[in-house]
């Protein structure tokens, strides 16, 4: 401390005549340091390591402000390791408490889709919790999450593929009428054109996911409607799960105006961030779209 304070002194004199300086003999006498401690104090260079902490704390910072807060630690680690950084993930949570980072966090599930008894004849379960597919198009899971704005309720329906997790189609809506899911799947259908019969649809038993429109649309695609078990909520837990990672990285950090506003942001959430940027554990700490990318090319190796 008594070093640190003579260094503050002398670099305040730098610019001041030299009748004006306080010596630092002077000022280590009256302090009872040693001039040669005092030198040799300022000799010294930070270690190797806490020079290396403070690149890590900016690069970790810098991540955490580039994922609007959205990573935890076990992303941040990752991100650090994607750029050439092998460093333990215990450094990586030290360094970011002491940088006062903070995840941000998800709020309770609240359903939105029920039950129409009228709907429910003639359906399967195809799935049986098994979420994760061999290959990209082969099963495809939706649900609807609703947003609280301040001209009303705004909603949104997603279709998104099991093997990467990347949403291949959604729609937002001021309302939950089959039409809403509908335009998520005719979107999916838009953006990966799968063949007759390759791709199973599950959801789960809402009125709009039974609904002759809803179904029609998905045969006449070509595309296998599955819905899960009636009351159980872990039939539709991807689903369920993306929808808390959309709110918690999403939704609970703004207000929202109405139902445009949600719509625009839901596009760089989507399009922009979780298919191309956010990267994910479950899939090797690659993005859904570098996840999808190497499917394609072991496709290509192989045939």
């Not at 992303?75 to 408490?97: C, F, N, W």
Request: with cysteine; proline share 4%.
């Amino acid at each position: 401390m008594k070093f640190a304070f003579i260094a503050d002194i002398e670099a305040e004199d730098g610019s001041k005549p030299r009748a004006e300086k306080f010596p630092v003999s002077f000022m280590c006498k009256i302090l009872e340091v040693s001039r040669q401690g005092y030198y040799a104090w300022k000799k010294r260079l930070p270690s190797d390591r806490k020079k290396k902490d403070v690149t890590l704390t900016t690069l970790i910072v810098a991540i955490h402000v580039a994922h609007k807060g959205r990573y935890g630690i076990d992303r941040i680690h990752a991100e650090l390791a994607r750029s050439g950084y092998a460093v333990s993930p215990k450094r990586v949570r030290r360094l970011a408490r002491a940088a006062g980072l903070e995840c941000v966090h998800p709020r309770p599930y609240k359903a939105t889709t029920l039950q129409d008894p009228s709907h429910l004849a003639g359906l399967v379960d195809l799935v049986g919790r098994k979420f994760v597919p061999g290959g990209k198009d082969e099963l495809w899971y939706g649900d609807i999450t609703y947003i609280y704005t301040m001209t009303g309720w705004a909603y949104l329906a997603t279709v998104i593929d099991g093997y990467s997790r990347r949403v291949a189609g959604w729609a937002v809506g001021d309302n939950m009428h089959e039409e809403l899911v509908i335009d998520a799947l005719k979107m999916a259908i838009s953006n990966r054109g799968p063949k007759e019969g390759q791709v199973v649809m599950h959801t789960d038993r809402g009125s709009q996911y039974t609904g002759a429109n809803f179904r029609d649309t998905c045969l006449d695609s070509g595309i296998i409607p599955s819905v899960g078990r009636t009351g159980i909520c872990y039939d539709n837990a991807a689903a369920e799960s993306w929808n808390a990672t959309f709110k918690k990285e999403l939704i609970h950090l703004h207000v929202w105006r109405d139902v445009a506003h949600v719509r625009k942001a839901s596009f760089e959430f989507v399009e922009v961030y979780y298919n191309r940027k956010r990267i994910q554990k479950e899939l090797g700490y690659l993005t859904p779209s570098e996840y999808e990318l190497e499917f394609d090319n072991a496709m290509v190796q192989a045939a």
